[in-house]
């Protein structure tokens, strides 16, 4: 038996109206020139002509795709945190290392200059093992810390978290 539905895979597509009210005005008008109620795909059209797009294909174009969680890297990653959050291990590879980084970069205070002593003093607390050196250097090889020639002063350089580091310090916050 068919109920004469058709099943179409779903393809979320976002949609952001600046002005809902000149949005509704050019929907009202372009559905009240058509003779029928216009098909799933003709709809598509008119809703993307009205929030401003060519159609409903450029509407696509122009959205931004999502960044997709990189699975094996962010268990890679758990696996060297231990159940209190704090890291236990060096991790091998280059990209789980750098993901590893970012819960560090997290506890350094935002815009603000800082001695070595106090950055040891953050990377100790979240390590449990004694090389608090390795994850300092390696703050400043992967672009999350900067340093003066001296090493006197240290800062953390403020930056946007990728989706992965997102996901992993948010699961470590669970721990």
């Excluded at 038996?1 to 597509?13: E, F, L, N, Y």
């Excluded at 560090?104 to 953050?122: L, Y």
């Amino acid at each position: 038996m068919t109920t004469g539905v058709h099943m179409m895979s779903r393809d979320v597509t976002p949609l952001f109206i600046a002005d809902v009210s000149a949005f509704t005005k050019t929907l009202r008008k372009s559905l009240a020139e058509q003779e029928n109620l216009p098909g799933q795909a003709a709809m598509l059209g008119l809703v993307a002509k009205a929030a401003g797009y060519r159609n409903h294909q450029h509407l696509k174009a122009a959205t931004p795709e999502e960044p997709q969680l990189d699975d094996l890297a962010l268990k890679r990653a758990l696996r060297v945190f231990d159940d209190q959050g704090r890291m236990i291990r060096w991790p091998k590879w280059t990209k789980v290392q750098g993901l590893c980084l970012w819960p560090f970069w997290a506890r350094m205070p935002a815009h603000q200059d800082m001695t070595e002593k106090e950055v040891n003093a953050i990377l100790k607390d979240g390590l449990g093992f004694d090389d608090h050196v390795l994850l300092r250097r390696s703050l400043i090889d992967h672009r999350l810390a900067t340093r003066t020639r001296d090493g006197r002063v240290y800062r953390r350089i403020e930056q946007k978290p990728s989706v992965d580091a997102l996901a992993l310090m948010e699961r470590l916050r669970g721990r």
